[in-house]
């Protein structure tokens, strides 16, 4: 499969001009910062090759995904930093405009084993390779090699098992690479395992589940895009209702 597609500039890409307060946050802590989009914008472009297969192996209850890729975007919209700006801005000023060119390449793998009806084996792997740079926003501005702002290995499994009286157990572990997100921080590699016991009930015609969640439950905390945002285990238990 071949595709390419174009974005033009929405309103806020060419026409921004704003005035506000640093934040951490954004890793610009200036007391005022102006926002200005740069003139003359031109389209994003996305051009996409893949080929991939798809293998459902009835007898076994074996289902095998597998795609490679070739994702190539041009002239994408992002954020600068620009000192000294002659006329009337004389605050730092953070300039919209086409400043990234990247190639992602990469392939993903699924496995689905269904050995009979109540139990589901399932993984997924993905390798992704960036090749490109952007200019950084934070000072001074410099292009930075953009291989690093994806994870460039990520996995999962997951198990999940149906017993009788409408009651479900399953597990799910996750394992992602250490990643320098794009207008986020530089956050470690992580691993995770979410675990869910699922009780279906009827009452006359209304149907509902009660589900008792532990989310990170090796409880290895981790940091999620910001520096600041802390994922710890988290349980809780959710009731929904169909009628």
Same mark, same amino acid.
């Given at each position: 499969?071949?595709?390419?597609?174009?974005?033009?500039?929405?309103?806020? *890409?060419?026409?921004?001009?704003? !005035?506000?307060?640093?934040?951490?946050?954004?890793?610009? #802590?200036?007391?005022?910062?102006?926002?200005?989009?740069?003139?003359?914008? /031109?389209?994003?472009?996305?051009? $996409?090759?893949?080929?991939?297969?798809?293998?459902?192996?009835?007898?076994?209850?074996?289902?095998? #995904?597998?795609?490679?890729?070739?994702?190539?975007?041009?002239?994408? &919209?992002?954020?600068?930093?620009? #000192?000294?700006?002659?006329?009337?801005? *004389?605050?730092?000023?953070? &300039? =919209?405009? $086409?400043?990234?060119?990247?190639?992602?390449?990469?392939?993903?793998?699924?496995?689905?084993y269904r050995p009979f009806s109540?139990?589901?084996?399932?993984?997924?792997?993905?390798? !992704?390779?960036? *090749?490109?740079?952007?200019?950084? =926003?934070?000072?001074?501005?410099?292009?930075?090699?953009?291989?690093?702002?994806?994870?460039?290995?990520?996995?999962?499994?997951?198990?999940?098992?149906?017993?009788?009286?409408?009651?479900?157990?399953?597990?799910?572990?996750?394992?992602?690479?250490?990643? #320098?997100?794009?207008?986020?921080?530089v956050v470690d590699g992580f691993?995770?395992?979410?675990?869910?016991?699922?009780?279906?009930?009827? !009452?006359?015609?209304?149907?509902?589940?009660?589900?008792?969640?532990?989310? $990170?439950?090796?409880?290895? *905390?981790?940091? /999620?895009?910001?520096?600041?945002?802390?994922?710890? =285990?988290?349980?809780?238990?959710?009731?929904?209702?169909?009628?």
């Open positions: 499969v071949a595709s390419r597609g174009y974005r033009a500039p929405g309103l806020l *890409d060419r026409e921004q001009a704003q !005035i506000y307060r640093g934040h951490l946050a954004s890793g610009l #802590d200036d007391p005022e910062i102006s926002v200005i989009s740069a003139p003359d914008q /031109e389209k994003e472009r996305v051009t $996409n090759y893949e080929i991939g297969y798809l293998g459902q192996f009835l007898r076994t209850g074996l289902t095998l #995904d597998i795609k490679f890729f070739q994702e190539e975007l041009d002239k994408i &919209v992002n954020e600068y930093r620009l #000192d000294g700006l002659e006329g009337d801005i *004389d605050q730092v000023t953070i &300039v =919209r405009d $086409n400043t990234i060119d990247v190639t992602a390449r990469g392939y993903e793998v699924g496995l689905d109540r139990l589901l084996l399932a993984g997924q792997f993905s390798h !992704i390779f960036l *090749d490109g740079e952007y200019l950084t =926003r934070t000072p001074p501005p410099e292009y930075v090699d953009m291989r690093s702002s994806v994870p460039e290995y990520a996995m999962n499994l997951l198990v999940s098992y149906t017993f009788p009286w409408q009651i479900e157990a399953g597990a799910n572990y996750y394992k992602q690479d250490a990643v #320098d997100w794009l207008n986020g921080h691993e995770r395992l979410d675990l869910r016991l699922a009780k279906g009930f009827d !009452i006359g015609k209304t149907s509902g589940l009660v589900e008792l969640l532990v989310q $990170n439950a090796l409880g290895k *905390d981790y940091l /999620e895009f910001h520096d600041f945002n802390t994922f710890e =285990r988290r349980t809780y238990l959710r009731v929904s209702l169909n009628w």
